[in-house]
């Protein structure tokens, strides 16, 4: 019995931590983009790699940018071991409080 209670919630409480991994991920690129606009003529970067050493993303992370332009971007970020995805939109008009949005994951 206890242990029928106990693992759904272990594996919602990883649920959260590799959100949050992504989250985070998203905020200190939103930084990391900021710097390297300011860095190179009011230009983003338009691949994480491009960024060197100034972003790293977490431990089972991946942030691939999407559109890139001198006023706004996007990206996306996914964790190995959730189908979660995380989005990030900033600039040109864009409504994001540079939080990142996941939706909720309904399994299947």
């Known amino acids: 019995i206890l242990a029928a209670i106990a693992i759904p919630r272990m594996n919602n ?6 959100v949050a ?3 985070s991920d998203l905020r200190n690129l ?9 860095d190179n003529n009011s230009m983003y970067a338009a691949t994480v790699g ?8 977490t431990s089972g ?3 691939v940018l999407g559109s890139v332009s001198n006023t706004s971007w996007t990206a996306t970020a ?6 979660r995805t995380c989005v990030l939109t900033l600039g ?3 409504s994001n409080d540079g939080e990142g949005s996941c939706p909720p994951y309904i399994a299947p």
């Open 13 to 18: 409480t990883k649920e959260k931590a590799y």
């Open 21 to 23: 991994a992504m989250k």
């Open 30 to 38: 939103v930084t990391a983009q900021e710097a390297y606009f300011s």
């Open 50 to 57: 491009a960024m060197g050493t100034n972003y790293k993303p």
């Open 61 to 63: 992370v991946t942030v």
């Open 78 to 83: 996914t964790h190995l071991q959730t189908p």
């Open 92 to 94: 040109g008009g864009a």
